[in-house]
T-cell receptor, first 114, second 113 residues
Framework: DAGITQSPRHKVTETGTPVTLRCHQT?????MYWYRQDPGHGLRLIHY???????DKGEVSDGYSVSRSKTEDFLLTLESATSSQTSVYFC?????????????FGPGTRLTVL | DQQVKQNSPSLSVQEGRISILNCDYT??????FLWYKKYPAEGPTFLIS???IKDKNEDGRFTVFLNKSAKHLSLHIVPSQPGDSAVYFC????????????WGAGTKLIIKP
């Protein structure tokens, strides 16, 4: 198994509060990704990183920001959480140099915004 | 718009029989297709992939078929086993844009004993 951990695993928060989710890897992969999974939508990319301090937006980036100050850590921040951000969040790692961009996923964080 | 579609939210198959999961796509720029398997409360795990220049890839009980003219791929599991009960996601890699993966909504496979 790829060494990926996510914290917290579960969080309940209130609308308008800031939330930070953490992804930590021990595999030294260059690429890290944040996805959200919602019923009927599969996984949708929020942001990704291709190196320390190098990040880019995915298809559903509004309301989210990310930071990567070390190879092993990728943080996802909801500056002011809204109920529409209630979801399961997955972090993934990978190396684009692999022939088909295989990604390895963490266990997920279930976030509920009341 | 959904570029990758899995039109069956769920599928129930008898143990020992063949399971066939389907996936349709619209973007001709996809160069790789991947299948992932997901158990409850876990992250997805990679199962099998196929390049757009191939029409078949086999790995043990799992075979993926690609029909480019129909923009359709399918995952065959033979024989189906109880441990195959999971949600299966089809994903496509965009060869034209940072190699991002675009995901289908998933199909829940239930293997009946």
């Amino acid at each position: 198994d790829a060494g990926i951990t996510q914290s917290p695993r579960h969080k309940v928060t209130e609308t308008g509060t800031p939330v930070t989710l953490r992804c930590h890897q021990t595999e030294n992969h260059r690429y890290m990704y944040w996805y959200r999974q919602d019923p009927g939508h599969g996984l949708r990319l929020i942001h990704y990183s291709y190196g320390v301090k190098d990040t880019d937006k995915g298809e559903v980036s509004d309301g989210y920001s990310v930071s990567r100050s070390k190879t092993e850590d990728f943080l996802l921040t909801l500056e002011s959480a809204t109920s529409s951000q209630t979801s399961v969040y997955f972090c993934a790692i990978g190396d684009r140099e692999s022939s088909y961009n295989e990604q390895f996923f963490g266990p997920g964080t279930r976030l509920t915004v009341l | 718009d959904q570029q990758v579609k899995q039109n069956s939210p769920s599928l129930s198959v008898q143990e020992g029989r063949i399971s066939i999961l389907n996936c349709d796509y619209t973007n001709s720029m996809f160069d790789y297709f991947l299948w992932y398997k997901k158990y409850p409360a876990e992250g997805p795990t990679f199962l099998i992939s196929i390049s757009s220049i191939k029409d078949k890839n086999e790995d043990g009980r799992f075979t993926v078929f690609l029909n480019k003219s129909a923009k359709h791929l399918s995952l065959h599991i033979v024989p189906s086993q109880p441990g195959d009960s999971a949600v299966y996601f089809c994903a496509a890699r965009r060869g034209d844009s940072n190699y991002q993966l675009i995901w289908g909504a998933g199909t829940k496979l239930i293997i009946k004993p």
